[in-house]
């Protein structure tokens, strides 16, 4: 019977050394994929563009633009400025707006966008669908404390770094 015990013991010692060995591969690929990206991130790309979206009653592109004046990133933007605000009536008209900016910005041949945005929350969200899955789009928040917006986040293809699984990325991978 202790026979029979001690295999079965050494039976789950394999296969909990199976699993933890899968686990590593599987953070050290998603580490390396990161990695990837964030360096990618350091690179301007050929052709940014700065998009500053403004639909809370405040015009922000004057204080964009010195700020990538600031930090010596020359580039074209497009501004989008709503001062009636955002209702669940008008949203998607707005959302819209976006979209026809984005499709402007494609045949522009932008390959890469800075977003800055001044928005309620839902209104945010849906621009970031909209504008998922197609440049790297590296948004921006401005950090009240130093009055100076920050980079937080990129939208780079479906995958937002520090997300983990990414079907796209996956798929670009094979």
Same mark, same amino acid.
């Given at each position: 019977?202790w026979?029979?015990?001690?295999?079965l013991a050494?039976?789950?010692q394999?296969?909990?050394?199976v699993?933890?060995?899968?686990?590593? *591969?599987?953070?050290?690929?998603?580490?390396?994929?990161?990695?990837k %990206?964030?360096?990618?991130?350091? $690179?301007?790309?050929a #052709?940014?563009?700065?998009?500053?979206? *403004?639909?809370?009653g405040?015009?922000?592109?004057?204080?964009v633009?010195?700020f990538?004046?600031k930090?010596?990133?020359?580039?074209?933007?497009?501004?989008?400025?709503? $001062?009636?605000?955002?209702?669940?009536?008008?949203?998607?008209?707005?959302?819209?707006?976006?979209? #026809?900016?984005?499709?402007k910005? $494609?045949?522009?041949? %932008? $390959?890469?966008?800075?977003?800055?945005?001044?928005?309620?929350?839902?209104?945010?969200?849906?621009?970031g669908a909209?504008?998922?899955?197609?440049v790297?789009?590296?948004?921006?928040?401005?950090n009240?404390? #130093?009055?100076?917006?920050?980079c937080w986040t990129?939208?780079? #293809?479906?995958?937002v770094?520090g997300?983990?699984?990414?079907?796209?990325?996956e798929?670009?991978n094979?």
């Amino acid at each position: 019977m202790w026979n029979s015990i001690s295999n079965l013991a050494d039976v789950f010692q394999i296969i909990s050394m199976v699993i933890f060995l899968y686990g590593a *591969c599987v953070f050290y690929m998603r580490s390396r994929r990161y990695k990837k %990206v964030v360096e990618e991130a350091k $690179t301007v790309s050929a #052709k940014p563009m700065a998009l500053i979206i *403004c639909v809370s009653g405040t015009d922000i592109t004057a204080q964009v633009l010195r700020f990538l004046a600031k930090k010596n990133m020359p580039m074209d933007h497009e501004s989008y400025i709503w $001062t009636d605000g955002i209702l669940a009536e008008n949203i998607t008209y707005r959302l819209a707006d976006i979209l #026809k900016l984005k499709d402007k910005m $494609t045949h522009a041949g %932008v $390959t890469e966008v800075h977003l800055f945005m001044m928005a309620p929350l839902a209104f945010a969200v849906a621009v970031g669908a909209v504008l998922d899955n197609w440049v790297r789009v590296n948004v921006y928040h401005l950090n009240r404390e #130093k009055n100076e917006y920050e980079c937080w986040t990129y939208l780079h #293809k479906g995958f937002v770094p520090g997300l983990g699984y990414s079907k796209t990325q996956e798929l670009l991978n094979e």
